[in-house]
């Protein structure tokens, strides 16, 4: 037995000030020594539904690093939600380790378990060092999983819902800035040309679009190239083009000061989590620069859309549909952060933050 004596300080500031700082409801840590399992599950806020939100396996350099991860995330995930008009609220895990070395069906098993545990509080989905396979796994062990297989009943790869979400966060910049909708001769440079970015290469040359592309992968380029006539670009040249829009699609903290002082285009609108490196710092610059941004989590939404449709049910025409509801609320951010002279992310925030507050309010007179 332990023995705790009298004056144990038994909440550790290193997890409850992080909880306190992004105002999480709860914070779980699940450990399985015969797997090598080790895990934290982040609910940040369940107003609106279920918190939803994929599992991250990485091998985080500390167990602090990956706190503020699941942290920093499962928030972000509460304001997707919530902006998208989605049911659900905000959640994340990580498993800790590395997933070449970690990853057994007995590990995600015994973590499905601790997904049970949570009686639907938390679904968890693929994320970064996680696949479909191991949500099968999980599924095992536990319903509260989605992001499995078309042949399993899922909704499969949702990188084609994400794409449309961002070619309507893209046209509804164009319809606010140039009045039209119609990328037709629009020049367009992409930086990363993977899931995501090649199909949304795919829609911008059925549109008419000029595309540029750079990606880190050759065999990316040279299909893009050869199918969508897509011009290469070599990396970071990218920044300095003279184009219309930018699309990031590679990786995070992609508008920082360097860039954003480099960029030509008049609109970013690209699929990216996290593009501003500082969110207020960068969101300030970009809009003190004249550009339009597109916010990330807003546009980016499609692949959770997608996921969310296989908790109720998949239907990939009615997750289409929904994703088209971006272009409207693309608009309407645009329009809200132009009135109150904020940049577009923050004005993103605020609106997510409003939905949650109304849904509270209603929910506290049921
Ligand atoms: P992906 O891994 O399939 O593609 C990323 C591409 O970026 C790869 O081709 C990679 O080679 C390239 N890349 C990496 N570093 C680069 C660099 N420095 N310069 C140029 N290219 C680089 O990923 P994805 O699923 O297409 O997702 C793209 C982005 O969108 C990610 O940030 C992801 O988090 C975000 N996102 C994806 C989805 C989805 O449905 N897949 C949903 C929401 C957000």
Request: with cysteine; hydrophobic share 40%; proline share 2%.
């Amino acid at each position: 037995m332990i023995e705790i004596k009298e004056n144990t300080v038994l909440h550790d500031a290193r997890i409850f000030g992080p909880m306190n700082e992004f105002e999480h409801e709860q914070v779980m840590l699940c450990q399985d020594k015969a797997t090598g399992l080790k895990a934290i599950i982040a609910i940040h806020n369940t107003i609106l539904g279920p918190g939803l939100g994929g599992t991250r396996f990485f091998n985080y350099t500390s167990e602090n690093d990956a706190l503020r991860d699941v942290m920093r995330l499962s928030r972000g995930m509460t304001y997707k939600a919530a902006i998208s008009g989605l049911n659900l609220g905000g959640a994340k895990a990580v498993i800790i380790g590395d997933p070449n070395q970690l990853k057994s069906e007995g590990l995600f098993r015994r973590f499905g378990r601790f997904i049970e545990n949570l009686n639907g509080k938390y679904i968890t989905a693929e994320d970064v060092g996680t696949t479909t396979r191991d949500m099968e796994y999980i599924r095992m062990e536990t319903k509260h999983v989605v992001g499995l297989p078309e042949i399993k009943g899922g909704g499969g790869d949702p990188s084609p819902v994400t794409a449309y979400g961002v070619f309507m966060g893209m046209k509804a910049s164009a319809k606010y800035l140039y009045g039209s909708d119609s990328l037709n001769g629009k020049t367009v440079a992409i930086q990363g040309i993977g899931k995501v970015g090649f199909h949304l290469v795919e829609r911008l040359h059925a549109e008419g679009a000029k595309i540029y592309v750079s990606d880190i992968n050759d065999a990316s380029l040279q299909k893009a190239a050869s199918q969508y006539n897509a011009i290469v670009v070599d990396g970071q040249d990218l920044f300095d083009l003279d184009v219309d829009i930018f699309a990031p699609c590679a990786m995070g903290a992609v508008l920082n000061t360097d860039t954003i002082n480099r960029l030509k285009c008049s609109i970013v609108a690209g699929a990216a989590n996290n593009q501003l490196e500082n969110e207020d710092e960068h969101g300030n610059m970009i809009k003190d620069k004249g550009i339009i941004y597109a916010p990330d989590f807003l546009i980016n939404a499609g692949g959770l859309i997608n996921v969310y449709s296989e908790h109720t049910g998949y239907n990939r025409e009615i997750a289409m549909g929904q994703a088209e509801n971006i272009y409207d609320t693309t608009l309407e951010i645009l329009k809200m952060a132009n009135r109150q002279d904020i940049h577009t992310q923050k004005a993103a925030i605020l609106m997510a933050e409003n939905r949650l507050r109304q849904i509270k309010n209603l929910k506290s007179t049921l």
